[in-house]
């Protein structure tokens, strides 16, 4: 598949003027060199775990969050794209959150994300990837969702009612207020 082909660009309705471009990316081999680059901040990008995301809304609802936070100069964590990350956690905890959904030596499944870069920064960001570039629409078949339910405490009796993302995105938009 041509990468540039599987790049989506997402406006971001409440917060007018910003977007987010995200990508997914199976097959992925060189994690552990993305990882080590993340770490040196060589990236302006958010690099997460695909398997713990269910669907696209649980993604743009972590997003909103995390640009919320950045505009109104209340992040918890230093950077917007680190934020992203950490607003897709169930808890307080940055390290857990960085854990669960950020980038590991292993990771086989990525979804790339930057907020507000131009489209040849998120070509660049893209090729830093080996790996198969796939439509965002597939991300529910990479989805660990036996892990998902167990880290956001989703109950089957929610899943009868619910999609395993709507769960997961009631966890990340109401976290600030019951913990």
């Known amino acids: ?6 790049m989506k660009k997402i406006d971001m309705e409440l917060h007018p003027g910003h ?9 992925v ?12 901040q060589s990236f302006n ?20 969050k995390a640009l919320h936070a950045n505009i109104n100069g209340c ?7 680190t934020e992203l990350i950490f607003c897709l956690g ?11 959904f950020g980038i590991s030596n292993d990771s086989v499944n990525l979804v790339v994300a930057a907020f507000d870069a131009s489209d040849d920064e998120f070509t660049k960001l893209m090729s830093a990837v ?6 965002l629409s597939t991300i529910s078949s990479v989805c660990n969702q036996d892990k998902m339910k167990k880290i956001y405490k989703i109950s089957p009796d929610e899943l009868r009612v619910g999609s395993l993302g709507d ?7 109401v976290r600030d207020a019951i913990f």
């Open 90 to 100: 169930g808890s307080k905890s940055i390290s857990d959150a960085l854990a669960t």
């Open 19 to 27: 977007h987010l471009w995200v990508s997914l990316f199976t097959e």
């Open 130 to 135: 080996k790996g198969k570039p796939v439509p």
């Open 29 to 40: 081999t060189n994690a552990a060199e993305i990882r080590s680059a993340v770490l040196s």
């Open 45 to 64: 990008a958010s690099f997460i775990n695909a398997s713990m995301i269910a669907d696209e809304f649980q993604l743009l609802v972590a997003a909103n």
């Open 1 to 6: 598949a041509n990468k540039a082909s599987e």
């Open 75 to 81: 992040m918890t964590t230093h950077g917007l794209h």
């Open 167 to 173: 769960a997961a995105a009631c966890r990340i938009a």
